[in-house]
């Protein structure tokens, strides 16, 4: 897809515009209130995780861009109980729109978003790192899981 910008959140809308296009084919059951207030916690929560998975990349001055060469290695905030925290709020960011178009079958896009995030960005990621890095990126990779 020549052309095409290659980012995660750019994904992350390819996939929640897949997930409306489907809501809106086979329309299903919004459900209750609580359904919608919970579809925009999860989004809310997801935003949180990124905005605060961000700032380490900042305060640490390495390129937040998943194609660019790590300049340091973060380990600590959300780094420490995941290797991909932004990722990991894509995800729940949608499920939560999932939720609030009320279409469960749209719930199968899940899993081949976690597939494309992994092939497309966390195996080259973890490369890297392993590449910048060596011994110390080992260590960090064997110790904290890629996603939970």
Known sequence: ?????????????????????????????PGSRFFEYFS???????????????????????SIEPHHTPKNLIAKGPYKLTRNPIYLAMVIILIGSIIANGQPLALILVPFFIGLMTQ?????????????????AERYLKRTRRWL
């Open 40 to 62: 925009w916690g999860l989004i809310g929560f997801g935003l949180v995780i990124i905005l605060w998975s961000a700032t380490y990349f900042w305060t640490h001055e390495t």
């Open 120 to 136: 497309r960005f966390i195996i080259p990621e973890e490369n890297a790192l392993k590449e910048v890095f060596g011994p110390q």
């Open 1 to 29: 897809m020549k052309g095409f910008p290659d980012l995660p959140p750019v994904w992350l809308v390819v996939f929640m515009a897949i997930n409306w296009g489907l809501a809106r084919a086979i329309p299903g059951n």
